[in-house]
């Protein structure tokens, strides 16, 4: 293994040195002590009852766990990083067959099982190439196997679900950990993570302060087209302004890019997080697990990061290339 | 094209410990996993230490739903019993052990749940919403119980009166009921001892019978 990619992979050193991440390091800290105290705030002053409080106060509990366990394995390296979302995507994807009931079909859940390890595995060892023959060949193996069972009753579903669930999890998340592969990886997962994570609060504020017409009320009757349009305009700020430091001397400082990539995060995280509720609505469950106290399951929380990622992956690629100046296949020496 | 059916898992929103000590409780592919590695170890360490001779497999059904009922005088019974099935038995067969030993822990309840693939019977409170439970998940999933109707480990060797609680669980089905005949696991690890000892054990599967054939609740209530 080559000393670049040995210091990108395992090098901690310069965790710090670009100033989106250690601002953001700093802000998140600081949000992480100032929001248990702001909701003891609220209590006190009698803004709001007992029972959201205590709801608040799990929640910022979740988060004290939650942030470490995100922003660490950044910070660490990127093979810790591929590691944190590879075990990310094998317990969403243990969710969601759990949810759906395909976990009973075990050879077809092991076949996407072993396809999404073979995905982290192309990740890993930066070979793009794999990487986007994978999806193929699994969906393949995948129709061929179910055919197996010589159980034609259920088929569609059972293909389906699976074929489903490994685009779903396995690529989505796949192209968010391939991210790790780029130089200059720590700075573009932060940003992005970022503006997914505010995407979803600006959200829920804009929606709480202006919110009267129902974005889907068949779909999640909780949001509104104020807040959806309020996630649009101030994600798309936040992620123009950060990013002007992220992609500093490329082609995506310019602002139309930051903008169109300001509007994918949004647009994309708000679609993710509406696939999910459809989802759980379609099986008439209200979350996807219980993972993390506040929250519901991990796939509850990463939802929204199943969509932005492929296509911000596939937008920066186009214009400036991921992990052009880093070695391929690390692992298996190409 | 039938019409698409979603069965998410019984236990889905139970949370770890909820999970392992309820009888709603569903293996995945890593249960299935942990599951295989475990009675694969299992049989090789029943294999040495203790030699068992296995017969009447021919009795077993082919598929489920069945009970299996044994003989119970000591741990290693429920072992003896599952690790001699076929795997494709073995893989729905759940052992139904006493919540009061087997899930009073944490540690005790993920190990019956993960490893044994267990479901815990409330033998000091077992009303008849937790038997229709158990019934229900034995028709409808279907799957295998391994069941000891004596309801405790005999401390003497020999066989004790039944509780009614096999009875009750099967009325009213055409559950086939296979009776097993243990020997020498009372010998290899009593009640009163601490760790097994490698003496030779014998597992016997018998014919099938049905509820009809078992004693009704209320007599074996009495007995």
């Known amino acids: ?334 | 094209m039938r019409t698409w059916e979603y069965k998410p898992a019984r236990d889905l929103g139970l949370a770890g410990h909820q999970r392992w000590t309820s009888v709603r409780r569903e293996s995945g592919l890593d249960d299935w996993l942990i599951q295989s590695i475990w009675w694969n170890a299992t049989r090789l360490g029943l294999g040495l230490m203790h030699r068992p001779r296995v017969s009447g497999l021919g009795h077993l059904p082919a598929h489920p739903p069945f009970v299996l009922v044994a003989n119970h005088t000591s741990h290693l019974d429920a072992l003896v019993v599952v690790a001699s099935l076929p795997r494709r038995l073995r893989r729905v067969t759940l052992a139904l052990a006493a919540d009061d030993t087997f899930f009073d822990s944490r540690p005790r309840a993920a190990f019956a749940a993960m490893c044994l693939n267990a479901l815990p019977l409330r033998r000091h409170r077992m009303g008849g919403h937790s038997l229709d439970e158990l019934r229900d998940r034995l028709v409808g999933e279907p799957c295998g119980y391994l069941l000891f109707p004596e309801g405790t480990r005999s401390r003497s060797g020999a066989m004790n009166p039944f509780k009614p609680g096999l009875g009750m669980l099967i009325a009213g089905t055409d559950v086939p009921v296979i009776p097993c005949r243990i020997v020498g696991a009372f010998e290899a690890w009593p009640p009163h001892a601490t760790q097994p000892r490698p003496i030779r054990s014998a597992s016997t599967s018998g014919r099938h019978c049905d509820s009809t054939m078992l004693p009704t609740p209320a007599a074996a209530g009495n007995r």
């Not at chain 1, 942030?67 to 394995?73: N, R, S």
């Not at chain 1, 079909?105 to 192309?122: C, K, P, Q, W």
């Not at chain 1, 679900?161 to 989505?172: E, M, P, R, S, T």
């Not at chain 1, 697990?289 to 509850?300: F, K, N, Q, S, V």
Request: net charge positive; proline share 4%; aromatic share 10%.
């Open chain 1, 1 to 334: 293994m080559s000393d670049i990619a040995r210091d990108r992979l395992f090098g901690v050193g310069n965790a710090f040195d670009h100033p989106v991440v250690l601002w953001v390091s700093i802000a998140l800290v600081a949000l992480l002590i100032a929001a248990p105290l702001a909701a003891v705030l609220l209590r006190r002053t009698g803004r709001i009852d007992d029972a959201h409080f205590r709801e608040l106060l799990l929640r910022c509990l979740s988060w004290m766990v939650l942030a470490p366990l995100m922003i660490g394995p950044v910070l660490l390296g990127a093979a810790w990083f591929i590691g944190f979302v590879f075990v990310i995507m094998l317990l969403c994807y243990r969710e969601f067959v759990r949810a759906t009931g395909l976990f009973r079909e075990r050879t077809l859940s092991g076949v996407v099982l072993l396809a999404i390890t073979a995905l982290g595995f192309a990740v890993l060892d930066h070979w793009y190439g794999f990487f986007v023959a994978i999806p193929a060949l699994a969906v393949s193996v995948i129709a061929a196997v179910a055919v197996l069972a010589d159980r034609p009753a259920g088929y569609i579903q059972r293909v389906g679900l699976a074929v489903f669930a490994f685009l779903f999890i396995g690529v989505g998340l796949g192209h968010f950990a391939y991210l790790g592969n780029d130089t200059g990886y720590r700075p573009l997962i932060v940003w992005l993570v970022l503006c997914v994570e505010m995407n979803d609060v600006f959200a829920y504020i804009c929606g709480k302060l202006f919110g009267r017409r129902r974005l889907a009320p068949n779909t999640s009757p909780g949001k509104t087209f104020a807040g959806g349009v309020g996630a649009l305009v101030l994600t798309t700020a936040l992620a123009a302004l950060v990013g002007r430091f992220v992609f500093d001397q490329t082609v995506l400082a310019a602002p139309a890019h930051l903008i169109g990539l300001g509007l994918i995060i949004s647009v994309g995280g708000q679609l993710g997080d509406l696939m999910l509720s459809s989802i759980k609505r379609d099986l008439g469950i209200k979350d996807m697990g219980t993972l993390i106290p506040g929250h519901g399951g991990l796939l509850d929380r990463f939802d929204s990061l199943l969509l932005v990622a492929p296509a911000v992956f596939h937008y920066v690629r186009y214009f400036i290339g991921i992990g052009l100046d880093q070695p391929a296949r690390t692992l298996s020496g190409g």
